[in-house]
């Protein structure tokens, strides 16, 4: 449904405003009760100021309200016209098309997505952004640290699938790349602004994934998610493998960027790495 302009914006700040008065529960209540108000999905307006689409699965609600609001902050101070980024686990869209309005028709933003059904919403989502001038591209993929084949495991809500390795014969198999490998078959040779992360745990692969580039100079930042444990010590292990080349790590805490001189966190958390 193609709600007008003034809608697009006040819809979002009335449902906002509904579950400060009830100190923020019942998020999805109030995402059921939107999926049946717009059956066919809605269109709203991104922070960046682009047009973006919501399907009517109550699960996409929290996009509706500001999804990780701490991260659309950071990639509009971060990020540039004519910047380059990538967005791996792109889901439907929801930071693809934010860092398209800010890289510009000058710029280009990659996203990665391997599940079907959040493709084709990206792919919807995406053409929006390409109307209103944005320059990306989308693949259906796995991101990895090699190319090969992996297969999607579908989490309870279609925002938390992952992806495991899969065999050769496997017939529920995707394709799997790395960043490095994209970088070079996109043919980008200036800097990649930002990386942005969010794969459901297989953060690590990504990250050894684009060694090259970070190592070279040529990926500058990278957001992504952190859970404690094993997790979180593996990402530990790459960034001390990169030694000088990471400047900075800090992460998302109590209502601000943190710095921390290792990962060991309480609860999952967004980190941010700054690279030389």
């Not at 999805?28 to 307006?45: K, S, Y």
């Not at 609001?69 to 869209?93: K, Y």
């Not at 890289?103 to 933003?109: F, K, S, T």
């Amino acid at each position: 449904m193609n709600l007008p302009a003034f809608s697009q914006r006040l819809l979002p700040t009335v449902y906002r405003s509904a579950l400060r008065i009830t100190r923020m529960r019942g998020a999805l209540t109030l995402g059921r009760l939107n999926a049946r108000a717009f059956p066919q999905g809605q269109h709203f307006r991104l922070p960046t100021g682009g047009t973006f689409f919501l399907p009517p699965d109550p699960h996409f609600f929290g996009y509706l309200l500001g999804h990780e609001r701490h991260i659309a902050q950071l990639i509009s101070e971060l990020v540039r016209t004519g910047d380059t980024c990538f967005d791996v686990g792109a889901n439907i869209g929801y930071f693809t098309c934010q860092l398209a309005d800010l890289c510009g028709a000058h710029g280009m933003v990659a996203g990665y997505e391997p599940d079907d059904a959040n493709y084709r919403w990206l792919e919807k989502n995406v053409a929006l952004a390409r109307e209103a001038g944005g320059n990306v591209q989308t693949v259906q993929a796995a991101v990895s640290d090699r190319n090969g084949r992996r297969k999607v495991v579908q989490g309870a809500q279609s925002t938390l699938h992952t992806t495991v390795e899969a065999e050769g014969s496997d017939p529920e198999g995707i394709d799997a790349v790395s960043i490095d490998a994209e970088i070079a078959r996109l043919s980008i040779t200036g800097p990649v602004r930002l990386v942005k992360v969010d794969v459901e745990g297989h953060e690590p692969g990504v990250l050894r994934g684009m060694a090259g580039g970070v190592k070279s100079g040529q990926i500058r930042h990278a957001i992504i998610e952190v859970s404690p444990g094993s997790h979180a010590d593996e990402v530990n292990a790459i960034l001390r493998d990169w030694g000088q080349s990471v400047v900075s790590l800090r992460v998302w805490q109590n209502g601000r960027w943190a710095p921390l001189r290792s990962i060991e966190i309480e609860a999952r958390s967004d980190a941010l790495i700054d690279f030389a």
